[in-house]
């Protein structure tokens, strides 16, 4: 039989695995008795562990949460991951970089010799795009209010700043369920003046391109509404339980994604298109991360992509610097001849209605 304090770190081990534990199957799994069970489960309690006896024809034990955090067990692999997840925190936003710091120390101190060596060892800096936009920090405290009204079901009163009018343009976008660009003009802080107040059924917190939304049901609007959170103030108490709606599409993997192209709830690019290009496929799919490469011959490629806009679309395969044949639709043929003769125009140093048709912009995104 095992040590005592072998089998209690065991013993813990497993309750912290699933809810309920009947007491015969630890018994089994630990190979002890089930008497032997019982006064390990009392000497746990006894170190500030919750543990809790359930009756039935597979009467057990529960671990649960407790008023405070007694000392947590991990094995080794759980001890890296939670190591790596602290350092990646510092990339969040979610204003939670000083205590991860912290408990990545707290974490370091307490392990054995053998790991501090492998974790010392992994040192990882989270690195964003380069971006023109301002970094976001969001409250942490925001953050939890805003779960916990997602969670509890409940309606969320709060104030939102209006977007800066200084702020420039960025891929932000507090979007309704009607179609239109992700490209509007955000806030860079949350610094603008607050609207009227709002009042939202809250549904999910999301973060996208390194800032944090939160997808609700606007009541005085009576639709979808992607809300930035660091522009959220909330307003206290909150409202009372709604039933949950289903969002557009069923998944917010694809609503998130479809109000950030555009393209009005599919989950696609608004604008799709087909071309033939002048490069082999390994060449072309290495820069590719959204679209389809086909090969089709020694130096030869079909690509299928989209974007926000017809002449975004132009100017995303013309990066590829090869000859190209497009295959349709009609209006990216459209977009490559309005380009050209803007570029040609700009070639010959010619500038104004001659030089080409005025630019083809995309539409904002209706909303707040």
Same mark, same amino acid.
Do not use: C, M, Q, W
């Given at each position: 039989m095992p040590k005592t304090s072998a089998r209690l770190l065991a013993l813990l081990s497993l309750l912290q695995t699933r809810r309920d534990w009947p007491g015969?199957?630890?018994?089994?799994?630990?190979?002890?008795?089930?008497?032997?069970?019982?006064? $390990?489960? $009392?000497?746990?309690?006894e170190l500030g562990?919750?543990?809790?006896?359930?009756?039935?024809p597979d009467g057990g034990y529960r671990l649960e949460a407790g008023t405070e955090l007694p000392p947590l067990l991990f094995d080794d692999e759980q001890a890296v991951a939670l190591t790596i997840a602290l350092q990646m925190a510092t990339g969040t936003?979610?204003? =939670?970089?000083?205590?991860?710091?912290?408990?990545?120390?707290?974490?370091r101190q307490v392990m054995p010799a053998r790991l501090r060596h492998r974790i010392d060892t992994f040192q990882v800096t989270a690195v964003d795009r380069p971006t023109s936009r301002p970094d976001v920090q969001v409250d942490s405290g925001v953050l939890m209010t805003l779960s916990a009204a997602v969670h509890a079901r409940e309606v969320l009163r709060f104030d939102y700043a209006r977007a800066s009018p200084d702020a420039g343009p960025s891929q932000d976008t507090d979007a309704s369920s009607g179609g239109g660009s992700a490209f509007g003009r955000g806030s860079a802080s949350g610094g603008g003046e607050p609207g009227p107040p709002r009042r939202a059924q809250p549904h999910h917190l999301v973060t996208w391109g390194g800032r944090w939304y939160l997808i609700a049901w606007d009541l005085d609007r009576a639709d979808w509404r992607t809300f930035r959170a660091d522009r959220i103030t909330p307003r206290t108490p909150s409202g009372p339980r709604f039933t949950p709606r289903e969002l557009p599409g069923g998944d917010v993997t694809a609503y998130?994604?479809?109000?950030?192209?555009?393209?009005?709830g599919t989950g696609d690019w608004p604008c799709q298109g087909e071309v =033939?290009?002048?490069?082999?496929?390994a060449e072309v799919s290495r820069y590719v991360r959204d679209g389809l490469v086909e090969e089709l011959g020694p130096g030869r490629c079909r690509l299928v992509m989209g974007s926000w806009s017809w002449p975004a679309l132009v100017?995303?395969?013309?990066?590829? $610097?090869?000859?190209?044949?497009?295959?349709?639709?009609p209006e990216l043929r459209d977009a490559f001849a309005r380009l050209a003769r803007r570029y040609a125009g700009a070639a010959a140093g010619r500038s104004?209605? $001659?030089?080409g048709p005025p630019p083809v912009r995309a539409a904002r995104c209706n909303g707040d």
């Open positions: 015969a199957l630890l018994a089994e799994r630990l190979d002890i008795s089930p008497r032997t069970v019982r006064r $390990d489960v $009392d000497r746990l309690r562990y919750p543990i809790v006896a359930f009756k039935g936003g979610a204003g =939670i970089e000083e205590a991860a710091a912290r408990a990545l120390h707290t974490v998130v994604t479809s109000k950030f192209r555009g393209s009005g =033939i290009l002048g490069l082999p496929a100017a995303a395969i013309g990066r590829f $610097d090869a000859d190209t044949e497009v295959v349709g639709p104004g209605p $001659d030089a």
